[in-house]
């Protein structure tokens, strides 16, 4: 357990209503706390005792957290209540918009703005207003952003500074969210009362018990057989904003049970190549999602599509592709490298999948033109080009995932190519 800040006991305190508080803030944060956990607690620590802090952390650990994914979350509140003097500046801090000198420097841990969010239940930080100049009729240009409706703000806001509530907004989105995939028919059969073609052995074998008489025969059909998705998302600094939304909702799309897909594998590239599956795999969005940032170390950085696919397809293609995968490529196509190298590389992976999907967020603009060489070069070779810039484009994907005939916006711009 890390060093933390002296602890001051109160002169009168009321160690039973701050435990009740504690479990209250664990509950707003997404744990399962109850009423009953909360007298437990306040009976475990009745019977440890309050002299030693470590003791004390433990006792609340074993009584509220019954899940791996819940350790980060605890620890933060905990720090943030139990440990830290200064915590209600700290949380007011992290609720403010992030202007330089009032948000801390370092970025929020993982679960530390759910915590922040908990404790400081129905607690609105006053935001400092700038003093007006001496002239009135000076026109300032602002960043509309944080105007825009609840449900636009959360469809594009970044998942590391989602508070609690909005979290919850965001997890509901993604729970009705799915991506429905055909399945594909295989060769094997399984038994089927009609249909499909004659089980000469089965048909032999029961007749054997009837004395050799045939009486029924027994039929199969094909089984059924679900592709991979394999998700390769750029993650350079022209498309961070749109990563992040997007990783969230793979992490949702990873551990949705029932959702048809034998595995999820995603990869990040920037710079390189990273693969981020098993990080996707943990419960917590929080704990994966970091765990997915800190390997991939070219986050926000620069953009080489053309050799990452290489090593992709070098690499990874006969590893994850063999069972028909579905590939969503989630990139803008801003590319500046050889562009008949990046063509040959978008060439097999197309020709290694069942169906290659490109997501692009920067179709959003009306007067999208692939006038870049990268956009270009990678065109031809998709099944079908659409944009990826929102829970709605994300929405609209999942109708369409399963339509071969669908193409998207890909004819209309391999049109403008050709002019």
Known sequence: MPEYAPL???EHPKLAQNILHFARALRKAGMPVGTGRAIDAIRAVEM???TEKRDFYWTLHACFVSRPEHRAVFAQIFRLYWRDPRYLEHMMAMLLPAMRGVQEDRAAQAGEKRAAEALLDGIQPDVPTPESGPEDDIQIEIDASLTMSSEERLRTLDFEQMSTEEIA???RMLQTLELPVAPIPSRRGQRALSGGWIDGRRT??????????????ARLSPRPRWPNLV???????????????ILHFL????NAKGAGWARVH???FGTRLTNITRHLNQRDVDQALAAAGAEAQDWEGGTRIGACLHSFNRDWSRRVMGQGAVVLLITDGLDRDDPDKLAGEMERLHLSARRLIWLNPLLRWDGFAPKARGIAAMLPHVDSF??????ASLEDLAKVISRPEDVGEKARLISMLSE
Do not use: N
């Open 8 to 10: 001051d006991i109160p």
């Open 204 to 217: 032999l074998r029961d007749a054997m018990r009837q004395g050799g008489e045939i009486h029924d025969l």
């Open 48 to 50: 440890a005792g309050f």
């Open 266 to 268: 995603a990869f990040t």
């Open 231 to 245: 998700v390769l998302c750029d993650i350079s600094g022209s498309m961070s904003q749109y990563s992040r939304i």
């Open 386 to 391: 659409r944009a990826g810039h929102s829970v």
């Open 169 to 171: 907004q965001a997890k």
């Open 251 to 254: 992490h949702a799309v990873s």
